[in-house]
């Protein structure tokens, strides 16, 4: 059986540009979130991680499902793929970059090739909805 890298991640778009971040230590931007703990659900694990990330508290009141996108990725063994089950949801705070993330950026459609292949596929899915410039 393939490796199935579980995730779930926070879509925010704001003037037609979608939140970014890029962990500390790699060249790579991802949609904000994280990989699963234990029996977490969903919307525990997106809670979580993106306090721990953006240092903000999502309202899980707020929380909508905008789709689950599956996609293999550079430098996973052959076979493997990413799930990612994204979420919108309004957020309290300050958007500021924890430890674990070099650098936030707020991406248009123009800059799909500078996030992975799952990422690019939600990218694709807000271009056609008209939310991405």
Known sequence: MSALI????WV????????????RGK????????KREGAESDLETLLREI??????LL????????????AGAPGLPDGAVVRMACYTAEYRGELIPSSEIEEVAWFSYADRDRV??????????????????
């Not at 499902?65 to 599956?70: D, L, M, N, S």
């Open 6 to 9: 579980d995730t779930v991640a």
């Open 116 to 133: 992975p292949p799952v990422d690019q596929s939600l990218f694709d899915d807000l271009a056609a909805a008209g939310e991405l410039a």
């Open 51 to 56: 306090e721990e990330e953006l240092t903000v």
């Open 27 to 34: 060249d790579v931007f991802y949609i904000p979130g994280g």
């Open 12 to 23: 925010r778009v704001e003037g037609g540009r979608i939140l970014c971040a890029r962990p």
């Open 59 to 70: 309202d899980p009141q707020t929380a909508a499902h905008v789709g689950t996108y599956e």
